[in-house]
């Protein structure tokens, strides 16, 4: 695979131009709970934000007007929250609590520390009557949303902050996009399941399907319809492949991607009609990874069956192009940007993604590697630092900052 094979000279490139060939899921279902979930509709407040207006502090409701410093001032109502308001008396406070409607004729809270307290009156000073504007400590009734108005756009990815605000505004059951369905297909026929026990030198446990599997079951929006693996065979490749592309919005193989005899996945997307985007990208670990579309908008992704490979991969391409199909707005990847301790790399001509773990100080440190089949150090990472092609590490911007993306 030499620099002119390269469809794209980059990741983001190749991800963009296959993302533009896949299907959106448009299917639809209410769930009681959408965590999780990617919302199809747009919710809309069902009433003022807040319903009216209410005490931000712990305090005394009061007239600003009325108050002079030094002055007894009577407590004559009490405003509690989960209580209609009191009504004010002239000259008089009301003892109220934080989320509390404010009184009608109450136009300022004073925060209760701000007063002098005694069992029924209060007494002010002048220097706090000189600090405190009318409005201070009051939410005012609308003042996040009124009534009617948008407050989570359809194709929002609903975490647990977006979370509250359905909940807030009664839309904790609401109607989302069905979930993506996809299919894992690892190959090779050294692979045994992770349960074995009796391995021969030349056997390996199915790590790759373990580590797509999480991926994959980190998000509810996903389903994993079916996980299995398959013989270096083209004939049950291709049938399983033709099986999977009608039950899976996307199928992710791993294995036999690259230039080996027994490499059979190209071939298999071939007779299923795939239409590949990319078969190689100038990047590290994972340049033979083949990207593919079918005539129905659907992702086939050939993973390089390396361990590492197949867990930076997942990472930086599937989970961005399901997030796609998903319907999510969004659906990009979106790195933090993170400083390393140390430019312990070598200068490579392709984009580098290495295994790194976040320090105490906020720091990245490269994890020690001996290459993409290095399970060990991929099990002592917090995610990959990415990098451009032919960065000098002795370069004093060597260190970045650089995107780094969790797992
Ligand atoms: N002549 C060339 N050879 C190779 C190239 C190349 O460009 N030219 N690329 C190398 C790179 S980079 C990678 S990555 C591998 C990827 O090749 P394949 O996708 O064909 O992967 P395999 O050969 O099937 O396996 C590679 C390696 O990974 C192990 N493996 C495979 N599946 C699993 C699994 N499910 N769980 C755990 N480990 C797995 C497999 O035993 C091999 O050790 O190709 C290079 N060669
Ligand atoms: O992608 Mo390969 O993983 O560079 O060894």
């Given at each position: 695979?030499?620099a002119?094979?390269?469809?794209?000279?980059n990741?983001?490139?190749?991800?963009?131009?296959?993302?533009?060939?896949l299907?959106?899921v448009?299917?639809?279902?209410i769930v009681?709970?959408?965590?999780g979930?990617?919302?199809?509709?747009?919710?809309?407040?069902d009433?003022?934000?807040p319903?009216?207006?209410?005490?931000a502090m712990?305090?005394?409701?009061i007239?600003?007007?009325?108050l002079?410093?030094?002055n007894?001032?009577p407590?004559?109502?009490l405003?509690q929250a989960?209580s209609p308001p009191?009504t004010?008396?002239s000259?008089s406070?009301?003892?109220?609590?934080t989320g509390?409607?404010?009184?009608?004729?109450?136009?300022?809270v004073?925060?209760r520390?701000?007063?002098e307290?005694f069992a029924?009156?209060?007494?002010?000073?002048q220097?706090v009557?000189d600090?405190?504007?009318?409005?201070?400590h009051?939410?005012?009734?609308?003042?996040?949303a009124?009534a009617?108005?948008?407050?989570?756009?359809?194709g929002?990815?609903?975490?647990?902050?977006v979370m509250?605000?359905?909940a807030?505004?009664?839309?904790?059951?609401?109607t989302?996009?069905r979930?993506v369905?996809?299919?894992?297909?690892?190959?090779?026929d050294e692979?045994l399941?992770?349960t074995s026990t009796e391995l021969?030198?030349?056997?390996l446990?199915?790590?790759?399907?373990?580590?797509?599997?999480a991926?994959?079951?980190?998000?509810?929006?996903?389903k994993?319809?079916?996980?299995?693996h398959?013989?270096?065979?083209?004939?049950?490749?291709?049938?399983h492949?033709e099986?999977?592309?009608?039950e899976?919005?996307?199928?992710?193989m791993?294995?036999?991607v690259?230039?080996?005899d027994?490499d059979f996945?190209?071939?298999?997307?071939?007779?299923v009609?795939g239409?590949?985007?990319?078969h190689?990208?100038p990047?590290r670990p994972?340049?033979?990874i083949?990207g593919a579309?079918?005539?129905?908008?659907k992702l086939?992704l050939?993973l390089p069956g390396?361990?590492?490979?197949?867990a930076i991969?997942?990472?930086r391409?599937?989970?961005?192009?399901?997030?796609?199909?998903a319907?999510?707005?969004?659906?990009?990847?979106?790195?933090?940007?993170?400083?390393?301790?140390?430019?312990?790399?070598k200068?490579?001509?392709?984009?580098?993604?290495?295994l790194?773990?976040?320090?105490?100080d906020?720091?990245?440190e490269?994890t020690a590697?001996k290459?993409?089949?290095?399970l060990?150090?991929l099990g002592?990472?917090d995610?990959?630092v990415c990098?451009?092609p032919?960065v000098n590490?002795l370069?004093a911007?060597?260190?970045g900052?650089?995107p780094?993306?969790?797992?």
């Amino acid at each position: 695979m030499n620099a002119k094979s390269f469809a794209f000279d980059n990741p983001s490139a190749a991800i963009d131009a296959i993302a533009a060939q896949l299907a959106t899921v448009t299917e639809t279902e209410i769930v009681e709970n959408c965590h999780g979930r990617v919302l199809a509709i747009d919710v809309v407040s069902d009433r003022d934000s807040p319903a009216a207006d209410v005490s931000a502090m712990d305090g005394y409701a009061i007239c600003l007007d009325q108050l002079t410093a030094n002055n007894k001032i009577p407590i004559a109502g009490l405003a509690q929250a989960g209580s209609p308001p009191p009504t004010m008396v002239s000259n008089s406070v009301a003892r109220i609590f934080t989320g509390a409607i404010v009184p009608v004729d109450a136009d300022t809270v004073l925060k209760r520390e701000d007063t002098e307290e005694f069992a029924d009156h209060i007494r002010v000073s002048q220097n706090v009557l000189d600090q405190t504007s009318k409005g201070d400590h009051i939410r005012r009734v609308g003042e996040n949303a009124g009534a009617g108005s948008l407050v989570v756009p359809a194709g929002k990815l609903v975490s647990p902050a977006v979370m509250a605000t359905l909940a807030n505004f009664g839309a904790a059951t609401s109607t989302v996009k069905r979930q993506v369905n996809v299919v894992v297909l690892t190959t090779g026929d050294e692979v045994l399941p992770v349960t074995s026990t009796e391995l021969k030198p030349w056997q390996l446990r199915n790590s790759n399907q373990a580590t797509i599997r999480a991926a994959l079951d980190a998000h509810p929006w996903i389903k994993t319809v079916d996980a299995r693996h398959m013989k270096d065979d083209l004939t049950s490749l291709t049938r399983h492949l033709e099986t999977a592309l009608e039950e899976a919005d996307a199928v992710v193989m791993t294995g036999g991607v690259s230039k080996g005899d027994y490499d059979f996945v190209p071939d298999a997307i071939a007779a299923v009609g795939g239409q590949v985007v990319f078969h190689g990208l100038p990047i590290r670990p994972g340049k033979p990874i083949l990207g593919a579309g079918t005539n129905s908008g659907k992702l086939i992704l050939g993973l390089p069956g390396n361990p590492v490979s197949t867990a930076i991969n997942a990472s930086r391409f599937l989970v961005p192009l399901l997030r796609k199909i998903a319907g999510i707005s969004s659906w990009h990847s979106t790195a933090m940007m993170g400083t390393l301790q140390e430019a312990t790399f070598k200068k490579v001509p392709l984009h580098t993604m290495l295994l790194a773990r976040v320090l105490d100080d906020g720091k990245i440190e490269l994890t020690a590697s001996k290459g993409s089949g290095d399970l060990v150090a991929l099990g002592q990472s917090d995610g990959y630092v990415c990098l451009p092609p032919s960065v000098n590490p002795l370069d004093a911007s060597a260190v970045g900052p650089w995107p780094f993306f969790p797992w």
